[in-house]
């Protein structure tokens, strides 16, 4: 028989951990399914079986994560590690593989949890063996252990990569520059939302703080980069930047690019829920309530899934959406749900107050959300943006016209890597705003699953079992 539970959350970052956690708190039967070995996402990765002998010197906000899994672990959750989600219903049912096993879970509820991802950034050469997202190059550092012990260069912009750089050179690593790509205008343009950001001194402070210790190390800070390029045969060798208009080189073995974060929207774009375009973040977010009730009853989101808020705030939302969740499943009085959520609310928004700042001050330069057209922009089918664009002169209008013609976004990672890119390349082709030229359609399976998987599951039984299990409004 499939499983049946009254909140399933999808991911097991802040917000999911916190939604799981207050949903079990009210009463609520409640599984977490999530990729990893143990809980924490992205940001608290490796935090309870960390391989560094010092995990400290990631910075406390990375030790911040260690309450938050103390107060998830004294509640009965069920957790699913090591699993992959490949497919959510509008009927809230949930397919997982397991170590090539499928099952099939039922829930009254949903919440999707799957936080952010890095905004692609593609530019020429990326592909090259040695280059990185930023992300990746702190993942290895707090699931392995690996520190490169060559010559590191970041690129780009935005909070992340300020940190990965402090936590590269507290590790011992041999960081030769930061290559910053934010423009003069959009300096400009996060003065303005100075005023507000003060009211959250705490973050500008940190960011001070990251900045002068990157560079009491020596790693040099060149500003206004407006072109990268990655340069190499086998691997990297070198990152050509160009600054003032003129080009220079940097040998490096390393080179760890990033232009910050977007929301994860696989699970919500296959599931059909009503989604926005964010033009002060440059993104597609899921349109939510004030409580993450996406479009379609019984499906919920939060945390950086439902737009970039940061790690706390994201927290606060997974536990509004899990007083929602007991609120709507029944065990929770709305004026209870209101009167807990309150202190919530103050709290989202005294850590969102930096987000107008943030969000001007590492606005991506268009050059890099459509880059040169020899630059590759979907890896797993290798087509380029010359490529895209020829096909919007043929006549292409959207995404999914262009992956018709090219496979463009039909590889293994279902566009994850190549979606943004593609829409941006396309909508500056055509004169026309993102938002009218879409997004590619996601259909499950939206992580791989084998036939093996498939035909060892009981699919007969899941699709006779009945459907009538109650609805939430």
Same mark, same amino acid.
């Given at each position: 028989?499939?499983?049946?539970?009254?909140? +399933?959350?999808?991911?097991?970052?802040?917000?999911?951990? +916190?939604?799981?956690?207050?949903?079990?708190?009210?009463?609520l039967r409640t599984v977490v399914i999530d990729e !990893?070995?143990?809980?924490?996402? !992205?940001?608290?990765?490796?935090?309870? @079986?960390?391989?560094?002998?010092?995990?400290?010197?990631?910075?406390?906000?990375? !030790?911040?994560?260690?309450?938050?899994?103390?107060?998830?672990?004294?509640?009965?959750?069920?957790?699913?590690?090591?699993?992959?989600?490949?497919?959510?219903?509008?009927?809230?049912?949930?397919?997982?593989?397991?170590?090539?096993?499928?099952?099939?879970?039922?829930?009254?509820?949903?919440?999707?949890?799957?936080?952010?991802?890095? @905004?692609?950034?593609?530019?020429?050469?990326?592909?090259? =063996?040695?280059?990185?997202?930023?992300?990746?190059?702190?993942?290895?550092?707090?699931?392995?252990?690996?520190?490169?012990?060559?010559?590191?260069?970041?690129?780009?912009?935005?909070?992340?990569?300020?940190?990965?750089?402090?936590?590269?050179?507290?590790?011992?690593? $041999?960081?030769?520059?930061?290559?910053?790509?934010?423009?003069?205008?959009? @300096?400009?343009?996060?003065?303005?939302h100075l005023p507000r950001a003060i009211g959250a001194?705490?973050?500008?402070?940190?960011?001070?703080?990251?900045?002068?210790?990157?560079?009491?190390?020596?790693?040099? $800070?060149?500003?206004?980069?407006?072109?990268?390029?990655?340069?190499?045969?086998?691997?990297?060798?070198?990152?050509?930047?160009? /600054?003032?208009?003129?080009?220079?080189?940097?040998?490096?073995?390393?080179?760890?690019?990033?232009?910050?974060?977007?929301?994860?929207?696989?699970?919500?774009?296959?599931?059909?829920?009503?989604?926005?375009?964010?033009?002060?973040?440059?993104?597609?977010?899921?349109?939510?309530?004030?409580?993450? /009730?996406?479009?379609?009853?019984?499906?919920?989101?939060?945390?950086?899934?439902?737009?970039?808020?940061?790690?706390?705030?994201?927290?606060?939302?997974?536990?509004?959406?899990?007083?929602?969740?007991? $609120?709507?499943?029944?065990?929770?009085?709305?004026?209870?749900?209101?009167?807990?959520?309150?202190?919530?609310?103050?709290?989202?928004?005294?850590?969102?107050?930096?987000?107008?700042?943030?969000?001007?001050?590492?606005?991506?330069?268009?050059?890099?959300?459509?880059?040169?057209?020899?630059?590759?922009?979907?890896?797993?089918?290798?087509?380029?943006?010359?490529?895209?664009?020829?096909?919007?002169?043929?006549?292409?209008?959207?995404?999914? !016209?262009?992956?018709?013609?090219?496979?463009?976004?039909?590889?293994?990672?279902?566009?994850?890597?190549?979606?943004?890119?593609?829409?941006?390349?396309?909508?500056?082709?055509?004169?026309?705003?993102?938002?009218?030229?879409? +997004?590619?359609?996601?259909?499950?399976?939206?992580? =791989?699953v084998t036939l093996g998987a498939l035909a060892a599951?009981?699919?007969?039984?899941? +699709?006779?079992?009945?459907?009538?299990?109650?609805?939430?409004?």
């Amino acid at each position: 028989m499939t499983d049946l539970y009254d909140l +399933a959350v999808v991911g097991a970052g802040p917000a999911g951990l +916190a939604a799981a956690t207050t949903g079990a708190e009210q009463g609520l039967r409640t599984v977490v399914i999530d990729e !990893q070995a143990s809980p924490g996402g !992205q940001i608290y990765r490796g935090l309870e @079986r960390s391989p560094l002998a010092e995990p400290g010197f990631l910075g406390p906000d990375y !030790q911040r994560g260690a309450v938050l899994l103390e107060r998830f672990r004294a509640q009965d959750v069920e957790i699913i590690d090591r699993s992959s989600v490949w497919q959510v219903t509008p009927e809230c049912e949930v397919a997982v593989t397991r170590e090539d096993r499928v099952r099939f879970l039922r829930a009254r509820r949903v919440l999707i949890a799957t936080g952010a991802q890095e @905004r692609p950034c593609p530019i020429p050469g990326w592909t090259l =063996p040695g280059v990185m997202a930023a992300g990746a190059g702190q993942i290895l550092i707090k699931a392995a252990a690996l520190v490169p012990d060559g010559r590191v260069v970041l690129a780009g912009a935005g909070p992340l990569l300020w940190l990965v750089a402090w936590q590269y050179v507290r590790a011992g690593a $041999h960081v030769v520059a930061m290559l910053e790509t934010v423009t003069n205008t959009a @300096r400009r343009a996060a003065l303005r939302h100075l005023p507000r950001a003060i009211g959250a001194p705490d973050y500008l402070i940190k960011g001070i703080e990251l900045m002068r210790t990157v560079r009491r190390a020596g790693v040099r $800070h060149v500003t206004t980069v407006t072109g990268l390029r990655a340069l190499g045969d086998e691997n990297v060798k070198a990152v050509a930047y160009c /600054n003032g208009g003129t080009w220079r080189e940097l040998t490096c073995d390393l080179l760890l690019l990033h232009q910050g974060v977007v929301p994860n929207l696989q699970i919500t774009r296959a599931l059909g829920c009503a989604h926005d375009w964010d033009q002060a973040q440059l993104c597609w977010r899921p349109r939510l309530d004030a409580w993450g /009730n996406s479009s379609l009853p019984g499906i919920a989101v939060a945390g950086d899934g439902g737009g970039i808020v940061g790690a706390i705030a994201a927290e606060k939302r997974g536990e509004l959406a899990g007083l929602e969740a007991a $609120h709507r499943l029944g065990t929770l009085s709305a004026a209870k749900r209101d009167r807990l959520a309150k202190p919530l609310q103050a709290e989202i928004r005294r850590h969102t107050r930096i987000r107008p700042f943030l969000d001007a001050l590492y606005r991506p330069a268009a050059v890099f959300r459509s880059p040169p057209d020899e630059t590759i922009v979907c890896r797993c089918e290798e087509v380029t943006a010359g490529e895209v664009r020829h096909l919007a002169d043929l006549g292409c209008q959207g995404p999914n !016209q262009t992956k018709a013609f090219s496979r463009c976004g039909m590889g293994p990672c279902q566009g994850r890597m190549c979606s943004l890119t593609v829409s941006e390349v396309l909508a500056e082709a055509l004169s026309r705003p993102v938002e009218e030229v879409g +997004a590619y359609r996601v259909r499950p399976p939206i992580k =791989p699953v084998t036939l093996g998987a498939l035909a060892a599951a009981d699919l007969e039984e899941f +699709a006779s079992d009945d459907h009538g299990h109650e609805q939430p409004p």
